[in-house]
């Protein structure tokens, strides 16, 4: 069962006749309908698959600090 359809029986909508996005906006309120674009960084143009993007953020990870790669210092000179 998809999202869409869970939504639009929880608000009494029958959605099985809907073949175009744009129509969903009978059925998600037009508060929440998005207008801008989205995605549009370079960055999700640049990785093509789930696993290159995951490896981007692996490194990117691994770029901070945290108590499991080093201490941290918490000002005192005790």
């Known amino acids: 069962m998809s999202i869409a359809k869970t939504f639009g029986e929880l608000h009494g909508k029958n959605i099985d006749s809907l073949d175009d996005s744009s129509k969903f906006t009978d059925v998600i309120p037009e508060s929440l309908v998005r207008e801008s674009d989205f995605m549009t960084h370079d960055i999700f143009n640049i990785y093509k698959s789930e ?11 691994n770029k901070d600090l945290s108590l499991v790669h080093s201490m941290i210092s918490l000002g005192s000179i005790l």
Do not use: D
């Open 51 to 61: 696993t290159e993007l995951m490896r981007y953020m692996k490194r990117l990870e």
